[in-house]
Protein backbone atom coordinates (compact mmCIF):
# COMPACT_ATOMS: atom_id res chain seq x y z
CA UNK A 1 0.00 0.00 0.00
CA UNK A 2 1.59 3.19 -0.87
CA UNK A 3 2.05 6.08 1.82
CA UNK A 4 3.37 9.57 2.08
CA UNK A 5 3.29 10.69 5.66
CA UNK A 6 4.17 14.26 5.84
CA UNK A 7 5.62 16.11 9.30
CA UNK A 8 7.80 19.44 10.45
CA UNK A 9 4.66 21.73 10.18
CA UNK A 10 4.52 23.85 13.12
CA UNK A 11 3.85 27.75 13.86
CA UNK A 12 6.86 30.13 12.91
CA UNK A 13 7.90 33.70 12.91
CA UNK A 14 8.13 35.66 9.59
CA UNK A 15 11.36 34.97 8.73
CA UNK A 16 12.10 32.25 10.28
CA UNK A 17 12.84 28.35 8.76
CA UNK A 18 11.42 25.25 8.90
CA UNK A 19 12.11 22.01 7.25
CA UNK A 20 9.44 19.51 5.93
CA UNK A 21 10.05 16.08 5.16
CA UNK A 22 7.81 13.16 3.73
CA UNK A 23 8.57 9.59 4.47
CA UNK A 24 7.44 7.02 1.45
CA UNK A 25 6.74 3.66 1.59
CA UNK A 26 4.70 1.15 -0.59
CA UNK A 27 6.51 2.00 -4.02
CA UNK A 28 9.68 1.96 -5.84
CA UNK A 29 10.79 5.55 -4.05
CA UNK A 30 13.16 6.18 -6.67
CA UNK A 31 11.68 5.89 -9.86
CA UNK A 32 8.94 8.67 -9.01
CA UNK A 33 9.25 12.34 -9.32
CA UNK A 34 7.73 13.96 -6.10
CA UNK A 35 5.60 17.06 -5.57
CA UNK A 36 5.21 19.50 -2.83
CA UNK A 37 1.60 21.50 -2.90
CA UNK A 38 0.14 23.13 -0.43
CA UNK A 39 -3.23 24.67 -0.20
CA UNK A 40 -3.58 27.54 2.70
CA UNK A 41 -7.45 27.33 4.92
CA UNK A 42 -10.25 27.45 2.78
CA UNK A 43 -8.54 28.33 -0.65
CA UNK A 44 -7.28 25.99 -3.97
CA UNK A 45 -4.57 24.16 -4.58
CA UNK A 46 -0.80 25.89 -5.38
CA UNK A 47 1.78 23.61 -6.59
CA UNK A 48 5.36 24.61 -4.82
CA UNK A 49 8.12 22.72 -6.22
CA UNK A 50 9.19 18.97 -7.65
CA UNK A 51 11.89 17.04 -8.22
CA UNK A 52 13.09 14.37 -10.59
CA UNK A 53 13.51 10.53 -8.97
CA UNK A 54 17.11 10.99 -9.85
CA UNK A 55 17.26 14.59 -8.87
CA UNK A 56 18.35 15.68 -12.54
CA UNK A 57 14.97 17.99 -12.61
CA UNK A 58 14.16 20.81 -10.00
CA UNK A 59 11.18 23.21 -10.90
CA UNK A 60 10.14 25.83 -8.03
CA UNK A 61 6.83 28.11 -8.00
CA UNK A 62 8.00 31.42 -8.35
CA UNK A 63 6.49 32.36 -5.09
CA UNK A 64 8.81 30.20 -3.06
CA UNK A 65 12.01 30.61 -5.96
CA UNK A 66 15.04 31.21 -3.69
CA UNK A 67 13.47 30.64 -0.79
CA UNK A 68 12.67 27.07 -0.46
CA UNK A 69 14.63 24.18 -1.49
CA UNK A 70 13.64 20.47 -2.35
CA UNK A 71 15.77 17.37 -1.81
CA UNK A 72 15.23 13.69 -1.41
CA UNK A 73 17.35 10.72 0.50
CA UNK A 74 16.73 7.72 -2.03
CA UNK A 75 17.90 5.21 0.00
CA UNK A 76 15.86 6.33 3.14
CA UNK A 77 12.86 7.18 1.27
CA UNK A 78 12.05 10.88 1.85
CA UNK A 79 11.55 14.10 0.83
CA UNK A 80 11.91 17.10 1.50
CA UNK A 81 11.35 20.91 1.39
CA UNK A 82 13.42 23.41 3.41
CA UNK A 83 11.55 26.48 3.95
CA UNK A 84 13.51 29.71 4.36
CA UNK A 85 12.27 33.29 5.11
CA UNK A 86 8.75 32.33 5.72
CA UNK A 87 6.27 35.03 5.10
CA UNK A 88 3.19 34.93 6.40
CA UNK A 89 1.60 33.69 3.07
CA UNK A 90 3.44 30.83 2.98
CA UNK A 91 0.78 29.95 5.58
CA UNK A 92 -1.08 26.74 4.67
CA UNK A 93 -1.33 22.65 4.69
CA UNK A 94 1.74 21.07 2.57
CA UNK A 95 1.48 17.91 0.35
CA UNK A 96 3.98 15.93 -0.72
CA UNK A 97 2.89 13.99 -3.59
CA UNK A 98 4.07 11.04 -5.70
CA UNK A 99 3.68 12.59 -9.15
CA UNK A 100 2.23 10.90 -12.76
CA UNK A 101 0.17 9.15 -14.15
CA UNK A 102 -0.59 7.42 -10.83
CA UNK A 103 -0.22 10.34 -8.47
CA UNK A 104 -0.64 9.72 -4.69
CA UNK A 105 -0.96 12.71 -1.67
CA UNK A 106 -0.33 12.35 2.08
CA UNK A 107 -2.20 13.73 4.35
CA UNK A 108 -0.38 16.78 5.08
CA UNK A 109 1.44 19.07 7.31
CA UNK A 110 0.31 22.40 8.69
CA UNK A 111 2.23 25.28 8.44
CA UNK A 112 1.48 28.56 10.05
CA UNK A 113 3.39 31.96 10.14
CA UNK A 114 2.76 34.24 12.74
CA UNK A 115 4.22 37.04 14.68
CA UNK B 1 1.56 29.85 -17.01
CA UNK B 2 -1.16 27.85 -18.21
CA UNK B 3 -4.23 29.51 -16.23
CA UNK B 4 -7.52 26.53 -15.53
CA UNK B 5 -10.85 27.69 -15.63
CA UNK B 6 -13.35 25.57 -14.11
CA UNK B 7 -17.12 25.77 -14.35
CA UNK B 8 -19.70 25.97 -12.24
CA UNK B 9 -17.96 26.68 -8.65
CA UNK B 10 -20.82 25.24 -7.57
CA UNK B 11 -22.65 22.28 -8.58
CA UNK B 12 -25.91 20.95 -6.16
CA UNK B 13 -27.28 17.58 -7.86
CA UNK B 14 -30.22 14.83 -6.74
CA UNK B 15 -28.73 11.43 -5.79
CA UNK B 16 -28.31 9.35 -8.99
CA UNK B 17 -28.72 12.32 -11.40
CA UNK B 18 -25.88 12.92 -13.82
CA UNK B 19 -23.05 16.05 -13.39
CA UNK B 20 -20.69 17.47 -15.46
CA UNK B 21 -17.81 19.48 -14.82
CA UNK B 22 -15.83 21.96 -16.97
CA UNK B 23 -12.13 22.87 -16.94
CA UNK B 24 -10.91 24.76 -20.07
CA UNK B 25 -6.94 25.67 -20.31
CA UNK B 26 -5.15 28.97 -22.34
CA UNK B 27 -2.96 26.38 -23.77
CA UNK B 28 -3.69 23.29 -25.51
CA UNK B 29 -2.56 20.22 -23.46
CA UNK B 30 -1.39 17.81 -25.98
CA UNK B 31 2.24 16.60 -25.77
CA UNK B 32 2.58 15.94 -29.88
CA UNK B 33 5.38 14.40 -28.71
CA UNK B 34 3.55 11.41 -27.00
CA UNK B 35 0.03 12.20 -27.84
CA UNK B 36 -1.01 12.03 -24.28
CA UNK B 37 -2.81 15.08 -23.08
CA UNK B 38 -1.83 16.00 -19.42
CA UNK B 39 -5.23 16.90 -17.91
CA UNK B 40 -5.65 15.21 -14.75
CA UNK B 41 -8.47 15.39 -12.42
CA UNK B 42 -9.23 15.29 -8.42
CA UNK B 43 -11.55 15.05 -5.56
CA UNK B 44 -11.32 16.76 -1.97
CA UNK B 45 -13.66 14.92 0.03
CA UNK B 46 -14.39 16.99 3.17
CA UNK B 47 -11.14 16.99 5.79
CA UNK B 48 -9.18 15.09 3.14
CA UNK B 49 -6.36 14.86 0.51
CA UNK B 50 -6.82 15.51 -2.80
CA UNK B 51 -7.41 11.56 -4.70
CA UNK B 52 -6.48 11.30 -8.33
CA UNK B 53 -10.09 10.63 -10.18
CA UNK B 54 -8.64 10.45 -13.72
CA UNK B 55 -5.32 10.98 -15.23
CA UNK B 56 -4.27 11.92 -18.65
CA UNK B 57 -7.62 12.95 -20.03
CA UNK B 58 -9.32 9.94 -19.65
CA UNK B 59 -7.71 7.28 -17.40
CA UNK B 60 -9.53 6.33 -14.29
CA UNK B 61 -7.40 5.80 -11.69
CA UNK B 62 -7.01 2.66 -9.35
CA UNK B 63 -10.07 1.80 -7.55
CA UNK B 64 -12.46 4.77 -8.69
CA UNK B 65 -15.87 3.81 -9.90
CA UNK B 66 -16.42 3.58 -13.65
CA UNK B 67 -19.82 6.26 -13.15
CA UNK B 68 -16.62 8.79 -13.49
CA UNK B 69 -15.34 9.85 -16.95
CA UNK B 70 -13.03 12.28 -18.28
CA UNK B 71 -13.25 13.03 -22.02
CA UNK B 72 -12.38 16.32 -24.11
CA UNK B 73 -9.15 17.98 -26.37
CA UNK B 74 -6.92 20.64 -26.64
CA UNK B 75 -8.36 23.37 -24.05
CA UNK B 76 -11.41 22.10 -23.21
CA UNK B 77 -12.31 19.16 -20.88
CA UNK B 78 -15.13 17.84 -18.86
CA UNK B 79 -15.57 15.48 -16.13
CA UNK B 80 -18.52 13.54 -15.89
CA UNK B 81 -20.32 11.44 -13.40
CA UNK B 82 -23.21 9.51 -14.84
CA UNK B 83 -24.97 8.54 -11.20
CA UNK B 84 -24.73 11.15 -8.70
CA UNK B 85 -23.43 9.17 -5.06
CA UNK B 86 -23.75 10.77 -1.76
CA UNK B 87 -20.36 9.94 -1.47
CA UNK B 88 -19.23 12.20 -4.42
CA UNK B 89 -19.44 15.34 -2.30
CA UNK B 90 -15.92 17.54 -2.09
CA UNK B 91 -14.52 19.79 -4.32
CA UNK B 92 -13.30 19.01 -7.56
CA UNK B 93 -9.94 20.09 -9.08
CA UNK B 94 -8.71 20.09 -12.81
CA UNK B 95 -4.95 19.93 -13.13
CA UNK B 96 -2.58 20.22 -15.85
CA UNK B 97 0.84 18.83 -15.86
CA UNK B 98 1.66 19.20 -19.10
CA UNK B 99 4.15 22.48 -17.96
CA UNK B 100 5.74 23.82 -15.19
CA UNK B 101 4.42 25.38 -13.22
CA UNK B 102 1.48 22.83 -12.83
CA UNK B 103 -1.63 24.52 -12.11
CA UNK B 104 -5.06 23.90 -11.07
CA UNK B 105 -8.74 25.08 -11.67
CA UNK B 106 -10.54 26.89 -8.64
CA UNK B 107 -12.68 23.96 -7.70
CA UNK B 108 -16.08 22.94 -7.97
CA UNK B 109 -17.86 22.30 -5.00
CA UNK B 110 -20.58 19.09 -4.94
CA UNK B 111 -23.13 18.86 -3.10
CA UNK B 112 -26.37 17.10 -2.34
CA UNK B 113 -29.45 17.93 -2.70
Same mark, same amino acid.
Given at each position: EV????? @?GGLVKPGESLRLSCAASGFTFSSYSMNW???AP @?? @?L???SSISGSRNYIYYADSVEGRFTISRDNAKNLLYLQMSSLR???SALYYCARAGSSAYWGQGTLVTVSS | DIVMTQTPLSLPVTPGEPASISCRSTQ????SDN???YLDWYLQKPGQSPQLLISTLSYRASGVPDRFSGSGSGTDFTLKISRV???DVGVYFCMQRLDFPITFGQGTRLEIK
Amino acid at each position: EVQLVES @GGGLVKPGESLRLSCAASGFTFSSYSMNWFRQAP @GK @GLEWVSSISGSRNYIYYADSVEGRFTISRDNAKNLLYLQMSSLRAEDSALYYCARAGSSAYWGQGTLVTVSS | DIVMTQTPLSLPVTPGEPASISCRSTQSLLDSDNGNTYLDWYLQKPGQSPQLLISTLSYRASGVPDRFSGSGSGTDFTLKISRVEPEDVGVYFCMQRLDFPITFGQGTRLEIK
